[in-house]
């Protein structure tokens, strides 16, 4: 046995699983999660990790016939999301139904939606269940989940980052925008999402550790030339520009400060 890390349709997080040696990168296998059988994809294989009880077992290689119930599940799916946003216009909601998904053994019915406050949807999950005979769960999710489900283009030209690559959304806050001396200024800091920069906390880590012992901006230190008032500081390159006697000079803290 090994272990495997494996994505769903969504594709933006691997869970560990495990399962036979003989399973590959880039196989589609059919594997056991709470909530019944998933149709998945094998994209990391981890020769390192032990092997324990508590990880869930990839159940088999996908079938042709396997394939064939996943084809008709998203088929099906898309019909189920046309039906509910059919129904939330009937009932008068407010909320914005993104998309629909069935379990692979069509056990429960999973709709994601976004509303600006709380909604009472619970005649809606009657009409749904009337109509499917399923378990069905209705999801309220935030901005920046809505951003990775749709995808778009961030301000540095790539693909967003929650959609291309990201596992899991950490906590962003606006302390990162600050320790990394960035102009507070939400058409900068903020994403297509509408929150903070995921790419806050790439490198939040390194300008903390290069403001150590960094002055601040309005402290007056003592260069070659005398004392002088900081007037900027560049936290990267360690570096801050005094005025001394109404002349600007570059300060060194690593270089300066020893002389």
């Not at 149709?39 to 077992?57: G, T």
């Not at 039906?83 to 008068?92: A, N, P």
């Not at 009657?126 to 961030?154: P, S």
């Not at 290069?210 to 007056?220: A, I, M, R, S, Y």
């Amino acid at each position: 046995m090994k272990v495997f890390g494996v994505i769903f349709k969504d594709g933006h997080k691997t869970y560990d699983f495990k399962g036979d040696d003989d399973l590959k990168k880039d196989d589609y296998v059919i594997v056991e999660t709470d909530k019944g059988l998933q149709y998945a994809k094998i994209n990391a294989v981890y020769l390192e990790k032990e092997v324990n009880d508590n990880l869930k077992s990839i159940i088999r290689k996908v079938t042709e016939e396997d394939e064939n119930q996943y084809l008709e599940n998203l088929k099906d799916a898309e019909v189920a999301l046309k039906k509910c946003r059919k129904f939330v216009e009937e009932l008068d909601l407010n909320m914005n139904v993104l998309n629909a998904q069935f379990t692979f053994e069509r056990t429960q019915l999973l709709f994601n939606f976004i509303a600006d406050e709380r909604v009472d949807f619970r005649e809606l999950a009657r009409k749904l269940a009337g109509v499917y005979h399923t378990r069905i769960e209705l999801r309220q999710i935030g901005a920046r989940d809505k951003a990775r489900e749709i995808g778009g283009i961030g301000i540095c030209g790539g693909e967003l980052c929650c959609r291309r690559f990201l596992n899991q959304m950490e906590t962003i806050s606006i302390s990162m925008a600050k320790d990394q001396n960035l102009a507070l200024n939400p058409s900068k800091i903020n994403g297509a999402c509408g929150r903070l920069l995921c790419c806050l906390a790439y490198e939040n880590q390194n300008y903390l550790d290069n403001l150590k012992d960094l002055p601040q901006v309005g402290d007056v230190i003592k260069t070659k030339s005398g004392e002088g008032e900081v007037v900027s500081i560049d936290i990267l390159n360690r570096k801050c520009q005094v005025m001394v006697d109404n002349n600007l000079e570059d300060y060194y803290i690593d270089e300066d400060s020893k002389k």
